[in-house]
Structure formats: C-alpha cells, structure tokens
C-alpha cells in the first residue's frame, strides 16, 4: 500500500468484491480466528474502561465485543464502507476514514492500540514501520499496541486443506517464502505475509519492550477447514480450538497458524522519529 494505486485496489476489493462483515463467521479457519482473537484479547488487555483505537478495524466486529465490555473505542479504517457498517451496527462504534500510516489522533490519547489488519495490507517495510510509529505515538507510555499478521504459510496451507493444490499454487508457495508479497492474481488483494521473527522484529523496532507473539488458530485449523463439509465437523473444529489454546504460545508452532498476534509495551520516553521509520509516503485517506 506505498501507493495511491494500492490503496485504491484494497478499496475497491473490500468494498465491491469482498464481505468483511461476514468472514469471521464463515469459514471453520475465520471462526477459530475470531474465538481465539477475542480470548487473547481478554488475556491482553486492560480492565474496562480502557481507551481503545481500534485501527483498519472493518465493520466493527471486534470494537463491538469491546464497546460491550465496557471500553472505549474509537475505530479508523481505510474502505468507508466499513465505516459506514461499524457506525450503523449496534452497538454504533465511533468510527472515521483514516489511513493507519497517518493517524487523525493526538499523541499518547489512548490505552491500547490495535492494528488488527493493516500489517498485512502493507506490502512495503517502510509503510509498515510507519503504521506502527504511528501506533506508538497515539499510545500513552506504558500502554499497549497489538498488532495482527497473516504467517508466511498461510495460503498454501489453506489451498492444500481445501482441495485447490495446483502446479500454479506450488510456484505461489515457493514465492511467498522468499519474499511474502502475495500475488492478488491468485486470490485475495494486495497483502503481505509474515514471519514470526520478522514481526517480532518489527514491533521491537518500533521501539516497543516486553514483545509477545501468538499463534492465533494454532496448528489445528487446516484439519477443522479440511473437515467444513464432514459430518463431525464440529468436533474436528473443537480439537483445533484446543490444540489452538494449548499450543498458540509454542515457538516451534507459531508459524503453522493462519494469524499470528503480536503485542508489545510502549515505554515512556520512547522518540518515534517518522522520517527514520518510513514517513514520506502519501497516504491516501
């Protein structure tokens, strides 16, 4: 997304091509997201009410489940579709059009930061360093920043589960381990995949302390999506919502999960210099 032209696709995906509001109940791999998501959460975050930015947060799903819990939250996504859906639900979310490379918000005014979505629309290291600085900026010394991933495996990993294996995938697969541009081509939009020891590298260059990586479906989802038409689907999803809390902190598995979760401490006295992490870019808001 270092682009206008970038920005213009993820746009135009999420606003004519794809239902976000839908996703995380849909698929077996999207619901084991969205249970283990909302209970690493609960796990990280501070007691209510919390100040909460909720940054690409959609259609408001998670801000929801947070507003209900009693934090406040604010939510800024890219695509005003979904800001038009977050501020109609119920409960309303207090949403805005904002880039997460160029926060419309005051420094250190917020609890928590989550970027639950925009790592993996920036295919560029430089956006990326951007999007967190300025997720260190609005977050208050000693305050958190949560930030989400899609790994490095996850697509061949799904295509295999659900049967689509092809020559064409096998060449993806050998592509994205070296360099984690997803190719739109083949399917989803313009995205970046991780490696765990690149977004704890990230979030640590950032200059946040304390840095955690979780494993968000665990290493089971590709038996519970490889099982969505079975009669025992449900129990196989169960075994991977287990295995998914039993293994999600295990270095060795991290990277077998569709999602990783990162979160890291902002420290007080932390410079975020914009220029030296990337700034320069022209966000398109």
Known sequence: MADNASTATIVDYYTFRYREDQR?????????EWRRTCELLDELLPAAPARILD???????????LVTAGHRVRLLDLVPAHVAQARAGRPAIDAAVADARALPEPDDAYDVTL???PLYHLP??????????????????????????????AGPLHFAATRRWSDTMAAEARALAADGRNDPGIGFTVAYFHRVEELT???Q???LTRVTVQGIEGPGWTAAEASADAPDADVVFDHALALARIYGHEPALLAASAHLLAAGTVTAGTVVDLAAAGAGVDPAG
């Open 55 to 65: 940054v690409g947060g959609a259609d408001g799903a998670y801000a929801r489940r």
């Open 115 to 117: 970027l639950l979505g």
């Open 205 to 207: 260059a950032a200059g």
């Open 201 to 203: 590298g990230e979030l």
């Open 24 to 32: 995380l109940r849909s698929r077996p791999c999207n619901r084991l």
């Open 124 to 153: 560029e290291p430089a956006d990326r360093r951007t999007a967190l600085a300025e997720a260190v900026r609005v977050t208050r010394p000693g305050g958190l920043v949560v930030a989400a991933a899609i790994s490095r495996f």
